[in-house]
């Protein structure tokens, strides 16, 4: 089945250690998409890429660190200079308006930080 | 970039009624707009999408209107079920194409009772 995958579901880390969080997609999608969402609140970028070996900051991107080294792979660490980091994260995927415009993006089932 | 507005508070309907939830945005006009569901502990999942040319789009118990001149969608469901539940996203590309990312409204807890 075609879908994306994100790992761990629940993640418990120690204060000042990086943790990552894995995102894999079998979609053949050249944009994948990291979000943080905190209750009560939207969805908030934190990185994206549209193409392997590039990626871009979204508008809350301090913190974290990104990967694109394969297509289907695009790995968020979170460092311990996010102050913060206690959140549910969700990666996503998409084509690329170029490819067919307008289109939808397919979300992981999230993973959940809790900073103890 | 966007400012996107949902309504904040839960949305409480009867079994059977017909649900109207609004998103409002500030900026400029997006040359499409999404929705999404989610439901607790779960990632989104796409619902309809309806472009800027657009007045009206349907899918089964769903429908989407886009007023580019009022800046808003409304999302209705019609003859509502308790399993509608859920929190209902309004998205819109933030470069007017989508590659960068989508921004998304807070959401719309929608509650169906028996």
């Known amino acids: 089945d075609g879908g994306i995958t994100q790992s761990p579901k629940y993640l418990f880390r120690k204060e000042g250690q990086n943790v990552t969080l894995s995102c894999e997609q079998n979609?053949?999608?050249?944009?994948m998409y990291w979000y943080r969402q905190d209750p009560g609140q939207g969805l908030r970028l934190i990185y994206y890429?549209?193409?392997?070996?590039?990626?871009q900051k979204g508008d809350i991107a301090e913190g974290y660190s990104v990967s694109r080294e394969k297509k289907e792979s695009f790995p968020l660490t979170v460092t311990s200079a996010q102050k913060n980091p206690t959140a549910f994260y969700l990666c996503?995927?998409?084509?690329?308006?170029?490819?067919?415009?307008?289109?939808?993006?397919?979300f992981g089932q999230g993973t959940r930080l809790t900073v103890v | 970039s966007q400012k996107i507005e949902q309504n904040s508070e839960a949305l409480n309907i009867q079994e059977g009624k017909t649900a109207t939830l609004t998103c409002n945005y500030t900026n400029y006009s997006p040359a499409y707009l999404q929705w999404y569901r989610q439901d607790p502990g779960r990632g989104p999942v796409f619902l309809l999408l309806i472009r800027e040319n657009e007045k009206e789009k349907r899918k089964e118990r769903l429908k989407v209107t886009f007023d580019t001149t009022l800046k808003q969608s409304l999302f209705h469901i019609t003859a509502s079920q308790p399993a509608d539940s859920a929190t209902y996203l309004c998205a819109l590309p933030d470069s007017g194409g989508g590659a960068d990312g989508l921004t998304f409204g807070k959401g719309t807890h929608l509650i169906i009772q028996p």
């Open positions: 996503a995927s998409s084509l690329l308006p170029g490819q067919r415009m307008n289109t939808e993006a397919f």
């Open positions: 890429s549209q193409i392997v070996n590039d990626f």
């Open positions: 979609l053949n999608h050249d944009a």
